[in-house]
């Protein structure tokens, strides 16, 4: 990718308004390509999208190995004839040499829009960037132009550094008000091995995975970690400035060719939005001359859905009643803590663990894509229901 492109895609993170006319410029002066157009019905998934560039035949095996891009989508939903919510798998495939093929996985889901261009991704490594772009044109006149609802994307920046141990020792005496600075001396003292952006929905998990498939022998194919695999799966607060974070990642030196990955991170917890964190690696070799280090920077873009705050207990009437309430997106990973096993508890199971009942005709359903539980109870239901969450500090 050319120096000029990913400056728009810096731009596109500030959201700047320039950002369509920066891109149809780039593609008038033939520096942007397009690689595939495809057709996309609503609520059908889609097949034999691709975009072929050859393949590997090897006569060994007496197979052929296609190379180019491969994607699969689901157009979902529509928001008022302007916007679709696309599920998609992305497979590209590019050739390395008769004997080796590389290939980056891509699954995830977003909400794209009739208004231009959206980025996908964009990965890089040492040596390279390359960016994924999509542009929706629909053939529905739209009825209005309003932000769709539940467009809560997070956009996760992911660095992965190496660096010498006696830096990466300075820079964990660093206090949290020195922190920012001290990252920014961390990237200069360390040499960039990959990176991408993982872009999601809160409450969706997106997958990244890069591989090195060769011919190791002549019973077949191996395949090796090339750059990291990353499973990210975010859920944003209501307020915006935190994000709900899980995260499993992966590294293998590609000049070693191993089964099993050298480095894994891992992280399940609360960071700020918008901030830079460094997580080291929850495994790593024994024996290393330098360390490995992930930079996560989660961007969180809100939609236009705005929930309301519960009523009063005492305001509710005497029966059965549905409340929305807007709660901390720990909330499933904090009231699991109780269970008994490890097996996944529905959200009414959980509560039941902590104490509340659900007669005859009564539910509370945890919506992931919201950040909002659904209870229909009596007013004793919903005040448990909210003793639950303060006593376990679960309030936004």
């Given at each position: ?117 959206s980025v996908l991704h964009h990965w890089k490594n040492s040596s390279e960037s390359t960016i994924l772009l999509v542009r ?96 990210c799966e975010p859920l944003i607060w209501p307020n915006k400035d935190k994000v709900d974070f899980k995260i499993n990642a ?14 894994k991170f891992t992280l399940a917890e609360t960071i700020p939005a918008n901030q830079s964190l460094l997580l080291e690696p ?115």
């Open positions: 990718m050319s120096d000029a492109l990913f400056k728009v895609v810096d731009e596109k993170k500030i959201a700047s308004d320039a950002f369509d006319d920066r891109v149809s410029q780039l593609v008038k002066q033939r520096k942007l390509t397009e690689l595939a157009r495809f057709k996309c019905k609503l609520g059908f998934k889609t097949k034999n999208m691709e975009k072929p560039a050859g393949g590997i035949r090897i006569r060994e095996i007496n197979e052929t190995i296609p190379m180019g891009i491969f994607l699969e989508a689901e157009a979902t939903a529509m928001e008022n004839g302007h916007a679709v919510h696309l599920r998609y798998s992305l497979d590209f495939r590019e050739e390395l040499n008769k004997r080796r093929y590389y290939s980056k996985n891509i699954m995830s889901a977003t909400t794209i829009t009739d208004r231009g261009w929706m044109q629909s053939s529905i006149k739209p009825t209005a132009l309003e932000t769709p609802e539940h467009d809560r994307a997070v956009h996760t920046d992911v660095e992965l550094r190496e660096v010498s141990p006696f830096d990466l020792a300075k820079f964990s005496k660093s206090t949290p008000a020195t922190r920012a600075k001290a990252l920014t001396w961390l990237r200069g003292r360390s040499r960039l091995l990959s990176g991408t952006t993982v872009t999601t929905h809160s409450g969706e998990k997106s997958v990244h995975q890069d591989q090195l498939q060769c011919l190791h022998n002549k019973n077949g194919w191996d395949t090796a970690y090339l750059g990291f695999l990353i499973e992966e590294w293998q030196d590609p000049k070693v060719f191993k089964e099993a990955p050298d480095y929850s495994t790593s070799p024994k024996k290393s001359k330098s360390a490995l280090f992930l930079i996560l920077t989660p961007r969180v873009q809100e939609g236009s859905t705005k929930i309301p705050s519960p009523p009063d207990v005492s305001t509710l009437p005497s029966g059965k009643s549905s409340v929305t309430y807007a709660i901390s997106p720990s909330f499933m990973r904090i009231l699991g803590k109780k269970s008994p096993t490890k097996s996944y508890l529905s959200c009414q199971e959980l509560l039941t663990l902590h104490g509340m009942s659900f007669p005859e005709e009564t539910f509370a359903n945890y919506i992931a894509a919201d950040g909002t539980v659904i209870l229909h109870h009596n007013q004793d239901g919903h005040r448990t229901f909210r003793k639950i969450l303060k006593d376990n500090k679960l309030l936004p």
